[in-house]
């Protein structure tokens, strides 16, 4: 009986183990958080426009020299005859710094692309298991909603996982498909449709655990609409993410092609 009462009165005074504030965690969050987009030489006398354009968020993973986003969000072309470059942003406002990138590997059927910058080593996330997302689950997305047009400052939306759903829309008539549609249909996978709502600007963040940090998705508000909702007039506010499973197969598929 002793025993028993000392066992409690041990346990009662052990500090309590508390899961981290949403504060806490964007604070170790925002720093892994960057812009995607491009970039040209300073003083370039040749270039016409502006000398950065941004596209989309990336986040950091793995060594601290890969970085994750949509694939959509890359440019299909840039101003080679003017140096123009694919650029990663770090920091904030005024003291974001510019980060040449390569593009390691691409998977268009998910979306998804790897990159990978040199010279400098940014804080990663850690990356969670999608399988185990529940709907009514709690997430939190951070990035950089409406192109940058807030400024280099990354912003966090919460919500909750509201449907784990089919990315592609059931149809009635395969008539109506058209060849996209119809190949995701055949790798047909499911998506996180979010209650919060993501902006232009917001494809690659990442959709993460609020009281870990560990990301779980990748916030995608293009192919998913255009695979769901292509038969609305007036596309819906709905938001869809990315499962991180898909980004693990692309960090094991780049094995070998990256620096170490």
Do not use: W
Not at 6 to 15: D, E, G, I, K
Not at 33 to 56: C, E, F, L, M, S
Not at 78 to 89: G, H, K, T
């Amino acid at each position: 009986m002793r025993l028993v009462i000392a066992a409690v009165l041990c346990c009662s005074l052990l500090p309590s183990v508390r899961a981290a504030s949403l504060p806490d965690v964007i604070d170790q969050v925002r720093p892994s958080i960057v812009g995607i987009g491009t970039a040209y030489p300073p003083r370039q006398p040749n270039r016409k426009g502006d000398p950065v354009a941004y596209r989309g968020t990336g986040f950091v993973v793995g060594n601290g020299r890969l970085v994750v986003t949509n694939a959509h969000v890359i440019p299909e072309k840039l101003d080679v005859d003017n140096n123009q470059s694919l650029a990663v942003f770090s920091g904030r406002g005024a003291k974001a710094r510019a980060h040449p990138a390569r593009v390691v590997r691409t998977d268009t059927e998910h979306d998804l692309a790897l990159l990978e910058i040199q010279g400098v080593t940014l804080p990663a996330l850690q990356l969670g298991d999608s399988e185990k997302v529940r709907e009514g689950q709690e997430i939190a997305f951070t990035g950089f909603p409406i192109g940058m047009v807030l400024g280099l400052y990354p912003v966090t939306h919460r919500g909750m996982v509201a449907a784990i759903t089919p990315m592609a829309r059931p149809v009635e008539n395969a008539r109506t498909l058209n060849g996209a549609q119809m190949k995701r249909l055949r790798n047909l996978f499911h998506a996180f449709q979010l209650d919060a709502t993501a902006y232009p600007g917001n494809s690659g963040s990442p959709v993460y655990e609020p009281d870990t940090g560990r990301v779980v998705g990748v916030i995608n508000s293009v192919v998913v609409k255009e695979s769901k909702e292509s038969v609305l007039q007036k596309p819906s506010g709905i938001s869809y993410a990315i499962p991180v499973t898909h980004v693990h197969n692309l960090l094991e598929q780049s094995k070998g092609t990256t620096a170490q």
